[in-house]
């Protein structure tokens, strides 16, 4: 129950900050920079994200520290984030999961990926420390 927990927690985290700061890419930085610098310029924010909300699940839930275990944190998190990605933020774009994937930046989209690896792994990575 807390491994479910943690990764609720965790996705909650990621998923707010990535909506706060989607909005401000959208509505302010592409206009002015397009969208692939847009994404990219965001990255490393959302990586920062990444790490203070991996850490703070670490600490804060009573997780045994196996690598198994704080994997199964980051797997939760990702899979309501892509829930959350394929349902709520399509809907919002009024596009299909084709469609969505169609129009991603091939540099840009490559960046996300990774950072969706990185957001899996996170917890894992950080609580070994």
């Known amino acids: ?15 707010g900050a ?20 847009a994404e990219l310029l965001e990255a490393p ?9 991996a850490w703070w699940v670490a600490q804060r839930f009573v997780i045994p ?6 994997l199964a944190v980051g797997c939760v998190a ?3 984030l892509l829930v959350c990605e394929f349902t709520f933020v399509l809907w919002l774009q009024g596009l299909t999961i084709r469609g969505y ?21 996170m917890p894992m990575l950080l609580a070994r420390r």
């Open 18 to 37: 990535g909506f706060v700061l989607g909005t401000i890419r959208v509505l302010w930085v592409v206009g002015k920079v397009g969208t692939r610098t």
């Open 65 to 70: 520290r196996t690598p198994s275990r704080l």
């Open 101 to 121: 994937i169609a129009s991603r930046d091939p540099v840009a989209g490559t960046v996300y990926i990774a950072m969706l690896g990185l957001f899996t792994v």
């Open 1 to 15: 129950m807390q491994i479910l927990k943690a990764g609720v927690v965790y996705f909650a985290l990621v998923f």
């Open 45 to 53: 924010i959302m990586l920062g994200v990444t790490i203070l909300a």
């Open 78 to 80: 990702l899979a309501l």
